[in-house]
């Protein structure tokens, strides 16, 4: 009996005819095998020699290594999506009990449990997305006593502006001039409208036509007529958007005029640069002291601080880092304040120190201005946690009155 009768007899006790090679080889397999593989075992055309029978018996040989080869990694790959399943099922379990102890427990009794040791490693591990919003109000504040009605009146306000301005497209100022009028600021009006296209364009929400387009219109333009005094300024709108994610546009106003009411903040928005020059030298106090030998090479390569930090700063990281991660980074960030922003750029530089210390200034700035789109978040925030931000013994912030301060601002209290 041949191969093709015995086959044939097994799968099936009714005689019919002997199936071709090709659908015999079909028939035992899971999927459609390519043209190639099938081929090893089709009998010669009849105007060929028949095959060999030592040929036939390697063909087949081949093809049944082909066929365990193929039924391994199908098996490799089944095993790893059950274990990305499982991965994401923990995670989600993980997160859903986390919201609960946040919702139940943390939040109710915000003011006794918030500098509690608990509750800051519940915070490093990263905010529960459900409770984000609510964490993030609190822990910034509301200094400025913003109220729902005060947001609607500036919301206002830029309608009419918005009105009364030409419908040509706006143009980008050349330069940035700290002495306009604020006439002049509250024309920055026109730039939000420019600056929002360009917003997490990859999510198409933000963008006209898109769900998030006037909620951030708004807020962008409240803002800009509650501080004409600084005006809109580019990056504000990833801020601002970040906060939508999280909040109610009323809200997420408030958070943000908070937010940008930092020192640190308004120093970088403000564009003050002899502030900013200060910012920039305590930061290299610590990349120093952390990263020495990185620290030599970018500066024998002259890489200063301001290539990459401000656009760090600016969006407090949600342009340069993927979403996810940089809202993780807001969390410790509304939770410690613009310390943690300068941790984080001494995380990343340690990251990636040694891929940065076999480069050239070009393309550390390169890189730097264009971090990878896929980063581990516990990788990043193991680095992070390995940074000391510690001078001589003393910690940013820290103030010693008999000692000479890095810096002669007051917000900034550095001493070495």
């Known amino acids: 009996m041949s191969f093709y009768q015995t086959t044939d007899l097994h799968t099936n006790p009714i005689e019919v005819d002997p199936p071709s090679p090709r659908q015999s080889v079909r028939k035992n397999l899971d999927f ?104 993030w109000s609190l822990a910034v504040g509301n200094e400025l006593n913003i109220t729902h009605e005060l ?29 306009l009028s604020l006439a002049d600021r509250e024309a920055s009006l026109e730039l939000i409208k420019l600056d929002i296209s360009r917003t997490f364009p990859h999510l198409c929400i933000f963008q006209q036509g898109g769900p998030y387009y006037d909620m951030l219109h708004s807020i962008l333009g ?9 005006g809109y300024v580019q990056g504000m709108s990833f ?56 620290f030599v090479h970018f500066k024998e390569n002259n890489l200063t601080p301001d290539i990459y930090l401000i656009d760090w700063i600016f969006t407090l990281y949600s342009k340069s880092l993927p979403l996810d991660l940089a809202c993780r980074v807001w969390d410790v960030f509304c939770r410690d304040g613009d310390e943690f922003l300068f941790r984080v750029a001494l995380g990343i530089l340690r990251l990636y120190e040694d891929v940065l210390t076999r480069m050239d200034f070009i393309h550390n ?30 910690k940013w912030g820290q103030q010693n009155d008999t000692d000479t301060s890095l810096f002669s601002d007051p917000v900034l209290h550095l001493t070495v």
């Not at 409240?222 to 600084?230: F, G, N």
């Open 222 to 230: 409240a803002y800009t007529c509650y501080r004409p005094d600084v």
């Open 151 to 179: 947001f609607n009146i500036c919301l206002a306000r830029a309608r009419e502006k918005w009105k009364s301005m030409p419908t040509a497209p706006p143009t980008e100022p050349e330069t940035e001039d700290a002495s």
């Open 32 to 135: 459609e095998p390519l043209s190639t593989t099938a081929l090893i075992l089709e009998d010669r055309p009849a105007n060929l020699p028949a095959k060999p029978a030592e040929e036939a018996q390697k063909h087949r040989q081949q093809y049944e290594e082909m066929v365990a080869q193929a039924k391994k990694r199908e098996l490799k790959e089944a095993q790893k999506r059950r274990k990305q399943l499982e991965d994401r099922c923990k995670l989600e379990e993980s997160i859903g009990n986390a919201a609960q102890t946040w919702n139940q427990e943390i939040l109710p009794n915000w003011s006794a449990m918030c500098t509690s040791r608990r509750v800051r490693e519940l915070w490093w591990q990263g905010v529960p997305p459900s409770v984000r919003g609510k964490v």
């Open 239 to 294: 801020i601002a958007a970040v906060l939508i994610l999280n909040l109610d546009t009323p809200d997420a106003f408030i958070a943000f005029a908070n937010l940008l009411n930092k020192p640190c903040q308004m120093a970088f928005f403000r564009v003050d640069h002899s502030l900013m020059l200060k910012y920039f030298a305590a930061f290299e106090v610590f990349f120093e002291e952390n990263l020495p030998k990185l």
């Open 365 to 394: 700035a390169q890189f730097l201005t264009r971090l990878p789109d896929h980063i581990s978040p516990d990788q990043l925030f193991s680095h992070i946690h390995a940074v000391h931000m510690t001078s001589k013994n003393r």
